[in-house]
């Protein structure tokens, strides 16, 4: 329906909401490279993966055909409790800034979990309950992804272990308390309670843990007790596919007002938001049905896509996840300390490096400095304080807004807002008081994590 | 349209949001007695008024007759940024009890302030800026008003000074984050920039500030500099009217399912939320068109309400406010240490105080660490963590749809869940860890501080 006035919320009804998952991977020509078997160097096959991941997690990870997947219905009556996601009419940055352009932003972040993560998070713990386990395991820097897997395992009567990287742990105590609050189990890593986690904690008595060793003690975990699989919050084409639920509500929403894109930005960490928003456009763009130019943001100080190599890399710091063909900075990559603003994995989805190496996506990166001023600016102008993850993408967002103003185009926007940054407002603060600094890795830096990568 | 099948959550069209607040004084046969001049002892007027609040507003406080007021467009526009709010239907919460009661919330905790308090923030923002006003000033405890004036300021580009209660000022750094990231002015209270400030400085070198000296604090500053007013929160006449758009909205989602309400139920602290949610509905009552059972909740350790007089008595501790007629449990009395809950005000809105004076309601009050009880379990059964405030309607609702199962009737409970808990986590914290204890104030601590209420 065209030139139907477009309200600030577009909110589907619930009849109108997506019933199925799009895997853009059966849209592809040339597929992802497959995952390898880190002993073997051989593609990984599903009884491999089954004795880390849920089973029907491990068919999705490897289907690369099946365009779409119907979602289960005890997943479809959870999104019922905090989707449709609203897809936001910008009237008022469009004001601010002056600009022809339509900005629109799908907002993730009215949940408990603050972010879209909560979308694949209730997937995994359902696929989980359903073969019967009696938990998952699972690592969480920030605590974003922990909260959001805490939530999904409470509603289905799963066991949570959550291995929160210890500094996180300790200066985060918000995010552990609303993970407590679910009933999980969070563990400051490394821990006494795996292996590797005393090993580690052996080797470097003081250390305040990262995310490779508490993915490490998560993985260890989930595969020396029966009754527990590990999961993972990004990264993942299983992810991808349910993250899709974003897109497919935004293109719903969209085509309800006659819409059609023109530019759909995200940012970008392992690429779950991204891929999931963008899904089913590009999907279009594959089949020739239509055209969009997708940006992927993501930051200076860890620039995966923009600088990094296209190869096969570890997944994790400790090496026990599968080989992963993707844009990589070296899976020994650790964004400078100075960096605050998420979106730290040395890696990128598989399926977003493989569209990106087609030259079917840009990507661009930007500096944590004008990330926040963008996302101060998004908060008093639009009322949503943002996630810093999220203001990567707010930052384009704005330069595209602003280029249309100089060239008069009045083109359609659409970003992706993940979520809120309640619980970031340490980096907040350090933006107030002048103190945040910008860090670009030298060429030097990335080549010598970039040596590191396997040969395969 | 009854019969419709009940979404999880209704949203109304931006068509069918309500343009008018509804004053339920108008309605009402006896009025609440009016504010009394504190020097005086007489009804205080408008112009006497006016010299601590903005016109329009004083205006609307001593308006007891006009029933609905249009709500100025630039205010419509800024509700369209984050209203409507949702009412939810409970389902899973009704699953969960087995009750065959049907439970809708009235979810007002969806935008960043993470509460109600928005819905008279931007109203007064608006007038103050229409005034032509250079700024205004207020106080705040935990920091959920602050945090929405400041964005309201923002948005009318007006300058926002926020006196907040020292010990909150330095445990909840992040609350005052979000209101820097508004452009907000956050002093701690009490402090060297007021003559009353450092008058209680020299007294207590060592205070760690109090809700009544950071209120005294901010009526000094608006008084004594051109350009200013003060602005409050709660319990003024004209923040209820404000707050009818809850009301208004929920209504108007109930009836376009054909609903019809037979409890509601809403936390009271200064009585803005459960005002505003109760409104309408009051209404009807007052006008013989409908009938409902209204429930406000309190904390048993600031039991106003259950336990207080209904006399004249200090809207502030300062005593530099008008007297008000009301529910009061004396000026001076401050909740026990251990309260964590929030609605730490030892007085209630004179409407309210009024309309349980005449029966209209009833009042019930609650006792913390069956608050949280309510507040975990609400968290775990309907994804959304709340505010510790809301949880005392939350375990009020809980306790009639349990009722309900065993006396078997069906009936509609609707409550007001103001807001999110995500800046209240040490509370959680503290419930977690097994360290949240009760506390009832006795019977001659409150007749000491009922002693000290003037006469009039």
């Known amino acids: 329906m065209a030139n139907k006035e477009i309200p ?22 040339i597929k992802p490279a497959p995952l390898l078997n880190p002993a073997t160097g051989k593609p990984i ?11 029907e ?23 019922k409790m905090y989707r449709p996601a609203p897809l936001v009419r910008a009237y008022c940055l469009e004001k601010k800034l002056g ?48 909260t959001a897997l805490s939530m999904a395992c409470s509603y289905f009567g799963l066991d949570c272990n ?33 292996a590797v986690g005393r090993q580690i904690l052996a080797e470097f008595p003081g250390t305040t843990g990262s995310l490779g060793c ?29 993250q899709s639920i974003i897109g497919m509500e935004a293109k719903a929403a969209l085509e309800k007002y006659g819409v059609k894109a023109d530019i759909i930005i995200g940012c970008a960490g392992g690429g779950s938001n991204l891929g999931g ?11 020739g049905e239509a055209d969009y130019h997708f940006i992927a943001v993501e930051p200076a100080s860890c620039p995966s896509l923009t600088r990094g190599k296209y190869v096969y890399d570890y997944c994790d710091t400790g090496r026990v996840c599968p080989l992963s063909k993707m844009y ?41 400095t004008e990330v926040f001023e963008a996302a101060e600016y998004f908060a008093r102008v639009e009322g949503i304080l943002p996630a810093p993850e999220s203001s990567h993408a707010i930052k384009v967002a704005i330069d595209e807004a602003v280029k249309c103003r100089e060239t008069g185009e009045a083109k359609n926007i659409v970003f992706g807002l993940t979520g809120t940054g309640y619980f970031d407002m340490l980096a907040y603060e350090k933006f107030h008081d002048g103190k945040m600094t910008d860090y670009i890795p030298t060429d030097d830096e990335l080549a010598a994590s970039l040596s590191k990568t396997p040969k395969f």
Chains 1, 2 share one sequence.
């Open 162 to 194: 959550v291995y929160m990287v210890k500094c996180s742990y300790e200066q985060k105590p918000f995010r552990r308390e609303v993970m407590r609050t679910y009933g999980a189990k969070v563990t400051p890593s490394p821990s006494e309670s795996t």
């Open 57 to 79: 997690l491990v068919k999705q990870e490897l289907d690369d055909t099946t365009r779409l997947i119907p979602i289960p219905q005890p997943i479809l009556d959870f999104y």
């Open 328 to 368: 990589t900075l070296g899976s020994s990559f650790i964004p400078a300390p100075n960096h605050a603003g998420g979106l730290r994995y040395h890696g990128m989805s598989s399926v977003l490096s493989e569209l990106y190496d087609q030259g079917l996506m840009e990507a661009r990166s930007v500096k944590q």
């Open 214 to 242: 508490a993915i490490s003690e998560a993985v260890e975990a989930a595969t020396t007790r029966p009754g527990y699989r590990y999961v993972l919050g990004s990264v993942l084409s299983q992810v991808l596919l349910h």
């Open 99 to 146: 600009t022809p352009a339509h900005i629109y932003y799908k907002f993730e972040g009215n949940n408990t979990s603050g972010s879209h993560k909560l979308n694949s998070a209730i997937a995994q713990a359902y696929y989980a309950k359903e073969q019967g386990l009696v938990g998952v395991t699972t690592e969480t820097g920030a605590g974003q992804w922990g």
């Open 277 to 287: 928003l963008i899904s089913p456009f590009m999907g279009e763009k594959l089949r």
């Open 8 to 29: 600030y919320k577009i909110y589907l009804e619930e009849s109108e909401m997506p019933r199925e998952w799009y895997n853009v991977r059966a849209d592809m020509k």
């Open 45 to 55: 096959n599903a009884e491999e993966l089954g004795h880390v991941f849920c089973e």
